[in-house]
């Protein structure tokens, strides 16, 4: 989707981790050229739960049964006319380009299959990577230098 708003849009992401092994998922992105985790906006008519759900199921071919979302921390669970969403476990704020930023709302997601999709939407390319072989993308410039900060630090955690 194209940017809703002037100066900021909220988007979802997810690092997605492989069901039986310490590797995550990445995608290389048409527009951008680098890989990345799997996520995009949160369209207007669209919370952040299902815009990651759609987002997920475009880019990668995980639909929600594939995967669990894993929270940092507990919290309430009230019964009512509210829906209680999960906790991302990473938020921020980063230039798209010159004039225009994203709110990023990061989950980290535990994949129940190795299977994806083989013509991912948006992407280029689509892969399980272990933290060497994400180093050396990064070593290329072929990745952000603040994912493999995060990737290491979901290493580090031993899910």
């Given at each position: 989707m194209a940017h809703i708003h002037e100066l900021y849009d909220f988007t979802v992401s997810a690092f997605v981790m492989h069901p039986a092994s310490p590797k995550l998922l990445l995608i290389s992105h048409k527009k951008l050229g680098v890989w990345l985790q799997p996520g995009g906006h949160v369209e207007l008519n669209e919370d952040p739960l299902m815009a990651l759900h759609h987002e997920l199921e475009e880019e990668t071919g995980l639909k929600p049964t594939d995967y669990d979302i894993l929270e940092p921390a507990e919290q309430p669970r009230p019964t009512g006319k509210i829906s209680v969403l999960p906790l991302?476990?990473?938020?921020?704020?980063h230039d798209y380009n010159d004039t225009h930023k994203h709110i990023d709302i990061s989950y980290l997601v535990r994949?129940?299959?190795?299977?994806?999709?083989?013509?991912?939407?948006?992407?280029n390319a689509i892969g399980w990577f272990d933290i060497a072989q994400i180093r050396r993308l990064t070593k290329k410039g072929e990745l952000f230098d603040e994912t493999l900060q995060v990737c290491e630090w979901i290493a580090s955690k031993k899910f």
């Open positions: 991302p476990f990473y938020f921020n704020v994949s129940k299959t190795a299977d994806l999709t083989d013509n991912p939407d948006g992407a």
